[in-house]
């Protein structure tokens, strides 16, 4: 059995990326469901929550909003292809968004 991994990182649009990460890790998603629960923390005045999301392949997503935070750091855990694809994806994602390669650890394949 595949030891459980974990990759953190922090992107400023998590909306855009969820439906593609979501077919990947084999959850459900429908599109808005992020942003409609990032508005309801936004007003609940709450200083932090979680969103997660759970796999049929056995990974979970799960992004911590903090107030006055405009970056979200968002943790994909698994194990398998299924994590190994997710983590690749969001590495992409994060470089697409404009991340700098250095300050953020390459997901190990």
Avoid: H
């Amino acid at each position: 059995m595949d030891r459980q991994q974990n990759y953190t990182i922090c992107l400023p649009d998590w909306e855009s990326l969820l439906p593609k990460l979501c077919s990947i890790i084999e959850a459900s998603y429908q599109s808005g469901d992020f942003d409609s629960f990032e508005d309801k923390f936004t007003t609940s005045g709450n200083d932090e929550s979680y969103w997660s999301v759970f796999g049929s392949s056995g990974c979970e997503l799960s992004i911590k909003l903090k107030k006055y935070e405009g970056y979200l750091f968002g943790t994909l855990s698994g194990t398998g292809n299924a994590f190994i694809s997710g983590a690749c994806f969001l590495w992409d994602s994060y470089l697409v968004q404009g991340g700098n390669p250095e300050a953020q650890e390459k997901p190990s394949k």
